[in-house]
């Protein structure tokens, strides 16, 4: 198996609150990799630093073979990262393929007709083709989290990072999350997918690493890692505090 994202001894610290200590993980080619661990323990903190919005205090992020630990959140974004946030960003006055038109636009440097046509192929991809010239404002919570999806495939993504899409939505509508998630993998993209509501992890995911006390404390076969003896701990742990 290719490896397409490394990420090496990982730490960030914010004053004296040491958020992430030591974090190592392999993403693969073509593989989505769920990453669990309870409210708080630097998840989110953890994209941010992928993806270039914060500096990591110490360690390396090496990306297809190149250290990418100092490159700017632009030059990730056109190298192939694309991202969800965990409370949706669109633009609520623009409509639903001007938005996924920015993925490409800024996200893949194509030209407004070829970011309009992608935006398209990529709006019947996620189900929202119908709803191309509604403003961003009017979706439903669904629809919001496929534009999110959205907007980060038009960026042409190699590795694609989602912050708990699976949050705040009905059953029925993480299923159609579900079928999202595989329609991107037999694209060939990578995905690494932060969720709460574990049942998608074992249902939508290839390996689960779960991350606790600043650590990827296990990272394994999604039924293993869900029955293990660091998870149970580690869920345990935050319940009686
Ligand atoms: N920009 C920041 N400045 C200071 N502390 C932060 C910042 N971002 C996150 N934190 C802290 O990092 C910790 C982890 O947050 P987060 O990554 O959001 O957790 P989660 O795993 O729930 O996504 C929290 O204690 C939070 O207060
Ligand atoms: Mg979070």
Redesign the pocket.
């Known amino acids: 198996m290719n490896t397409v994202l490394t990420v090496e001894d990982l730490g960030i610290s ?2 004296s ?1 040491h ?1 992430l200590k030591c974090l190592n993980y392999e993403v693969y080619e073509n593989e989505v990799l769920g990453v669990i ?10 994209l ?1 630093i992928l993806t270039g919005i ?1 500096k990591p205090t110490k360690g390396r992020i090496i990306f297809q073979g190149e250290d990418i630990t100092n490159k700017t959140i632009t030059k990730r974004c056109k190298n192939g990262f694309g991202r969800t946030f ?1 409370v949706p960003r669109s633009f609520e006055k623009m409509t639903v393929l001007e938005n996924v038109m920015v993925g490409g636009v800024y996200g893949d440097r194509l030209h407004e007709r070829d970011a309009q046509k992608k935006a398209v192929e990529v709006l019947e991809m996620i189900g929202l083709a119908e709803k191309k010239d509604i403003f961003a404002g009017k979706l439903s919570l669904l629809d919001r989290k496929r534009l999110e999806i959205g907007r980060a495939l038009a960026s042409n993504p190699k590795v694609l990072m989602f ?1 708990e899409v699976a949050g705040g939505l009905t059953e029925s509508e993480i299923a159609k999350i579900l079928e999202i998630v595989r329609m991107i993998k037999k694209q060939g993209i990578s995905i690494v997918w ?1 969720e709460h509501v574990l049942h998608t992890m074992l249902e939508g995911t290839d390996r689960v690493m779960c ?1 606790a006390e600043g650590r990827d404390v296990i990272c394994g076969c999604p039924v293993d890692v869900m029955r293990s003896k660091e998870v149970s701990d580690v869920y345990l742990g935050a319940e009686e505090e």
């Open positions: 914010f004053g609150n958020v661990g309870p409210n708080g323990a630097g998840k989110t903190v953890m941010d914060l965990q912050d932060i991350l």
